[in-house]
Structure formats: C-alpha cells, structure tokens
C-alpha cells in the first residue's frame, strides 16, 4: 500500500512566504545602506533628541522596526541590536532587542508552517545529511536541542526559525526557546551599543568580537553544554540500557 501525497498547498496559503521573499529581495537592494552601523553613527544626534522628546513612540516604533528586520529578513539586525543599547540602554534595551527578534522569527515561524505545512517535513525525513540529523535530535529532545542551538548559533538565525516549523514544534516552545536562548548573547551586543557613545567620540567602530572573548565565550558554552545534559544522560541511559 502506497502512502499518499500530502496535499497541496494553495497560493493563500503561501502568499505570507511569497511576501516575505519580496521585501526581503527588495529590502537586501535599497535598505542595507539605510540599515548600518554608518547610518546610525550619522544620525545619532537627531535620534537621541527624537528618544528624548518622544520615548514611548521611538520605543514602540524601534520593536516594530526590528520585528519587520527579522521577519522579512532584511539587512541590519546586528545594526539595529546596537541601535537598541545605545538609545535605550542595556536595560530596556536587551529586552526590546529580544522581544522584537522573538516576536520576528515567530511570525517567520508562523508563515513556513502555513506554507509548507508537513509536505516538506515528510522530504526531510525522508532525505538524510546534516538537517535530517538536527530535525530527529529536535524531534527527539525538544526544548533542550532547541534552546542550546539558539544559544550557540551553529546555523543562522534565519534557518533555525524554518526548521522547526517544517516539523511541527508548538508554537509556544519555539517562541520561549528563541526567547531565553538569545537572551545572554542579545545582552552582550546590547551592551556594546550601550557604549557607542564613547565609540562615536572616539571615531572608532564597534568591537563586535567580543562575544568570542574566553571570559564571554566561555560561560556561554558552559550554560549551552549545562541546556544539554537531560540529553546527555538520557543517551547515556539508552545506551547503558542496551549494553
């Protein structure tokens, strides 16, 4: 007995995807320069007085813009993540950072799983390679795999927003597992928009390196290793149970 095909998807269905990939070629043309570290170092006078005059709209208006740099891919997530410490401060400026890229990806999130539904989860399980491998470890370790490859970004950020909607995770654990796992790295490049003003008076460019400092990478290997060890033991368990 044959299995059947998944249905097909109509053009409703795929039209959020079909508008992602619009703005996010038409965004990657006319927006990079707009969207920079540059632009932001050029006009920051005339934000900080915007900040200053209008804080609940340049807040509101600064998590709206980051939703839509994630959701429709565009250049100028790193910028923006700086943007975010240098007006707002670490804190709230972690949180807004975090909660714009959360709120972005999960609409991401939301736009695959409506477009592909499990048609493209059966070819992934059906193919073999690298992504069959993180699809089972997800499949089989759910919050825990999730979580440490938000911590540790072994894929791009984009990717990682696609495949667990190809697989069917709930939408609740997708949305806390990208919260909570970049939190600590959204708070290191926060904290280093939170010094751009002293960047800017030096006429120098932000050290974006800095979260492969060993007194930074270290502890966030340590807390992606710590995410991992109900994994751990639970292989381990399995493999003792055989033996």
């Not at 409703?12 to 070629?25: E, G």
């Not at 751990?232 to 399995?238: D, G, P, V």
Request: charged fraction near 15%; proline fraction near 6%.
């Amino acid at each position: 007995m044959t299995t059947p095909f998944p249905p097909r998807r109509n053009w409703r269905q795929r039209l959020p995807l079909i508008v992602i990939a619009v703005v996010a070629v038409i965004g990657a043309v006319t927006l990079r320069e707009y969207l920079s570290f540059e632009a932001l170092r050029d006009n920051r006078a005339a934000l900080l007085a915007f900040r200053d005059t209008h804080y609940l709209l340049t807040a509101t208006a600064f998590v709206v813009a980051y939703i839509a740099i994630v959701a429709f891919s565009l250049p100028g997530a790193t910028a923006a993540t700086l943007t975010g410490g240098f007006l707002f401060g670490l804190i709230p400026g972690a949180l807004f950072n975090v909660i714009g890229a959360t709120t972005g990806a999960v609409l991401i999130f939301w736009a695959v799983r409506a477009g592909f539904g499990r048609a493209m989860a059966a070819r992934i399980d059906a193919g073999e390679g690298r992504i069959k491998q993180i699809t089972t470890a997800i499949r089989e370790n759910e919050i825990p795999v999730l979580f440490s490859l938000r911590l540790m970004p072994v894929l791009p950020f984009f990717v990682m927003n696609i495949i667990p909607a190809l697989i069917g995770v709930r939408t609740s654990v997708f949305a806390a597992t990208t919260f909570f796992g970049i939190l600590p790295g959204g708070f290191i490049y926060t904290w280093v928009g939170a010094g751009l003003g002293e960047v800017f008076a030096r006429d120098e460019t932000p050290d974006l390196g800095i979260i492969f400092e060993p007194h930074i990478l270290g502890p966030l290997l340590g807390l992606a290793v710590l995410s991992l060890l109900p994994v751990l033991i639970k292989t381990y368990r399995n493999r003792k149970g055989t033996a």
